[in-house]
């Protein structure tokens, strides 16, 4: 079975490229494992790979989505697997691109996502709004100590996740909670760059957002909808372009505070994925980045056995 390959880092590090090089050099497909590219019509605000520009290489998790629906972790893990099975069926590598940490980690790792009701969260998110988030934190030491162990006692929403899992399942939460084992053989490659040239990589790509029509299309992706869309209407720059569309921002003040906000997801996805030990780090800005990409993979197909 050919092996899975990843390319992993925050925003702005080159992912779609290197994605590309080596889908070109290996015999590969690409996987999307960005939760805002899975929307159709949303291109130049997520930097969408152009389908003139894919090289003829097969892209997946790629507008699979109205705006006006929700993107679904849980959605994504059986559809991303599925992918990911095709693609080795047909003798090819798989590689797995993105920045969205959860969506990567559904798709690679034995991770299970447990159900959700809509209506006991609601009744336990009352229940500790009147009890105190002390009195819920308490309760779930008192069913899964394990959990309660990983959970910090002041985050209510996550206590509270923990106690839904358990009424809807009958199991301890702790019992779902993710470790950091592949499912498959894999090999995932991170990319990484300096903190003040990132920053500055950010700025240039919300400048150039607006300069290729972002504005011309969020107004488009209004007539299908976007403001219904829970999750679409709030992506980065989409938020900021329908508020200099009403009015309540300036041109300069949407592209700073989307330029803001870009920088603080940079952050959270490095606090994400750096922990990780599995991923071999490289520097995005390497004149031999593709060849040292291929050399690791290449080592990883040999020591899984796997077929290259």
């Not at 993107?71 to 095709?86: I, P």
């Not at 003798?91 to 797995?96: F, W």
């Not at 009701?117 to 009147?130: F, G, S, Y």
């Not at 690791?296 to 077929?307: K, T």
Request: glycine fraction near 8%; proline fraction near 6%.
């Amino acid at each position: 079975m050919s092996l899975v390959v990843g390319v992993v880092g925050p925003t702005a590090t080159g992912k779609s490229d290197l994605a590309l090089d080596l889908a070109e050099a290996l015999g590969g497909e690409v996987v999307g494992a960005d939760a805002s590219q899975l929307y159709r019509g949303m291109d130049i605000g997520t930097a969408k790979v152009p389908p003139g520009e894919r090289r003829g290489i097969p892209h997946h998790q790629l507008d699979v989505l109205d705006v006006v629906e929700e993107a679904s972790v849980a959605a994504y893990q059986v559809a991303a697997r599925e992918d990911l099975a095709a693609i080795q069926s047909r003798g090819h590598h798989p590689i797995l691109a993105g920045g969205s940490g959860l969506y990567v980690r559904a798709a690679l790792d034995v991770l299970e996502i447990p159900p959700t009701d809509p209506a006991v969260r609601a009744r336990l998110a009352d229940r500790a709004e009147a009890e105190g988030t002390a009195a819920t934190f308490a309760r779930l030491e008192e069913l899964d100590p394990a959990a309660a162990a990983a959970i910090e006692p002041g985050n209510t929403r996550r206590i509270v996740r923990a106690l839904e899992v358990i009424e809807l399942t009958g199991r301890p939460f702790s019992a779902t909670m993710p470790t950091r084992t592949y499912l498959q053989p894999t090999v995932v490659l991170g990319l990484r760059l300096p903190r003040d040239l990132l920053d500055d990589r950010v700025a240039t790509r919300v400048r150039r957002m607006w300069e290729e029509g972002l504005l011309d299309e969020v107004r488009h992706l209004e007539t299908l909808g976007l403001r219904q869309g829970r999750t679409a209407a709030r992506a980065l720059g989409y938020a900021q372009a329908l508020a200099e569309l009403d009015g309540t921002m300036t041109t300069e003040q949407a592209q700073e505070e989307t330029t803001a906000l870009t920088r603080r997801l940079v952050r959270r996805q490095e606090s994400w994925f750096n922990p990780d030990p599995r991923i071999t780090w490289l520097d995005a800005r390497a004149p031999n980045l593709a060849e040292q990409a291929v050399a690791v993979v290449q080592a990883a197909i040999s020591d899984n056995g796997a077929h290259g």
